[in-house]
């Protein structure tokens, strides 16, 4: 229980929250409550008015105070990760790093071909017009939309090597 607060203080919470006791009767009970800045934010009835305004703190009226216990979870020494039948055998796991590194090669080779396209159609910015196009607005329009295509396209080639350089060969 944190220092300060009394016993007496949180079996009253604790019943209010429980629906045993009059929130109101609560708040207008004989002690005064006070939030306390600080981490964590303390709440307590065992200070006096003058304490509290030296520390900061707030009184609280006619607010209903809840206080809920925490609980810190176990933690078992020398406990395995998982159970001994969600481990993996180490070939394969060797055997799902390579079909993933295959399969990440394989998309950066198609990734590749089609930005190479890309590029191939864009003509350093000059693409041809298509029909339609009469209007120089247009075409401006459908040489920027393919500008950003090709920069998305290299993040995306960028993005894949990084991966791969995540797999050993």
């Known amino acids: 229980m944190k220092s300060g607060v009394s016993k007496q203080f949180v079996e009253l919470v604790a019943l209010a ?3 045993m006791v ?6 207008a ?3 005064s409550v006070y939030r306390c800045p600080g981490h964590p934010v303390l709440y307590t009835d065992a200070i006096s008015a003058k304490e509290a ?3 900061g703190c707030k009184l609280l009226e006619g607010e209903p105070v809840t206080v809920i216990q925490g609980f810190k979870p176990r933690v078992v020494a020398n406990a395995p990760a998982g159970p001994a039948s969600a ?3 180490p070939a394969d796991q060797r055997a799902r790093d390579s079909d993933a ?3 990440l090669e394989d998309e950066l080779k198609r990734e590749d071909e089609r930005l190479a396209s890309m590029r191939a159609d864009f003509k350093n910015g000059q693409p041809e017009r298509e029909p339609g ?6 075409y401006s329009a459908r040489v920027a939309a393919m500008k950003t295509a090709i920069e998305r396209k290299e993040s995306d080639i960028a993005a894949l090597k990084r991966e791969l350089a995540k797999h050993p060969q």
């Not at 009059?22 to 708040?27: E, K, Q």
């Open 22 to 27: 009059n929130t109101p009767a609560l708040a």
């Open 101 to 103: 590194r295959r399969i």
């Open 133 to 138: 196009e009469n209007n120089n607005l247009k």
């Open 53 to 55: 305004k030296d520390k």
């Open 29 to 31: 009970g004989s002690t």
């Open 87 to 89: 481990r993996v055998d």
């Open 17 to 19: 929250w429980l629906g």
